[in-house]
């Protein structure tokens, strides 16, 4: 069986988030490998042990020369046709822009075709987006869970005023998923991190019934109360165990359903996903899939 990559986003998650610990998973330390085939210029990248509140982790950050440019969701899509990928990591890129473009055309009134990213359209986002999405396809991962995901709270300031947090967009990537506000006021789960979560995450729920086989975090930029921190957990998947009906550690989880994520880890299903399939729900397990619909998403009760 493949590992099950757990994804704890007590802190929340973002983009360099993700980076930092799909390559501390990895034990990689430099990101441009992954990167190579990238049709984008003007953008480096930078990877640093460093700490958050006593929590050490890799810190990625990512430096470009254009500023924070506008991009509408032909320019980011012709630059990952452009590009050197695989063509499941150009596949999951595309939807992933998609799916933005979508949500910031739903929150503005306007066609996705018409949406100019400002804060997700920046090289960052586009280095952050694939980045993680090619760092994933190396990982392969059987089955990828993660926590309820906590947003922060109080404001953010957008290119178009200052909202409530979570941000409007990722209010909206962020619908079905299980959340929760916590700490300090804070933007803990970016737009970017919302989309990333719908491009790998299975399901969402408690950590599963396994062997650690290896953890890992990844940094976010703000020191507060909470470790701004993603951890990443590898577990060997048990099917052995015996307990008692009265306890729920090793229970089974509700799957995600409605949740159409373009999630093709290359694996041959030796895992047990336990669901019965009559709800839509394409895996794209070598399916070509343009987009993620917003459905609602079945997942376990949590805060």
Request: with cysteine; charged share 25%.
């Amino acid at each position: 069986m493949k590992p099950i990559l757990y994804l704890n986003c007590f802190a929340g998650i973002a983009g360099d988030m993700t980076l930092g610990v799909l390559l501390d998973l990895l034990g990689k330390r430099d990101l441009k490998p992954f990167l190579e085939g990238l049709a984008l210029e003007g953008w480096d990248v930078t990877v640093q042990q460093g700490l958050r509140s006593g929590l050490s982790g890799l810190d990625v950050k990512v430096r470009c020369g254009e500023g924070h440019a506008h991009r509408g969701l032909a320019d980011v899509l012709q630059i990952i046709e452009k590009s050197d990928l695989s063509p499941a990591v150009a596949r999951k890129a595309s939807s992933a822009f998609r799916l933005l473009a979508e949500a910031e055309g739903a929150v503005h009134g306007r066609p996705p075709e018409e949406i100019h990213f400002h804060e997700v359209g920046a090289v960052d986002a586009i280095v952050d987006i694939v980045g993680s999405i090619a760092l994933m396809e190396v990982l392969s991962p059987g089955e990828v869970v993660a926590s309820a995901v906590n947003v922060g709270s109080g404001t953010v300031r957008c290119a178009h005023g200052e909202f409530p947090v979570p941000s409007p967009a990722a209010l909206k990537l962020l619908e079905g998923i299980p959340v929760y506000g916590s700490g300090e006021p804070l933007e803990r789960t970016t737009p970017t991190g919302a989309v990333l979560l719908r491009t790998f995450v299975d399901r969402f729920g408690p950590l599963p019934c396994g062997v650690v086989l290896k953890s890992g975090y990844g940094l976010g930029d703000s020191e507060t109360d909470l470790p701004n921190a993603l951890q990443g957990i590898l577990l060997q998947p048990r099917t052995d165990v015996k307990k008692p009906s009265s306890q729920r550690h090793c229970q089974k989880q509700s799957p995600l359903q409605g949740h159409d994520h373009d999630h093709d880890h290359d694996h041959d299903h030796d895992h047990d996903h336990d669901h019965d399939h009559d709800h839509d729900h394409d895996h794209d397990h070598d399916h070509d899939q343009d987009s993620h619909p917003h459905g609602p998403l079945k997942t376990e009760d949590r805060a």
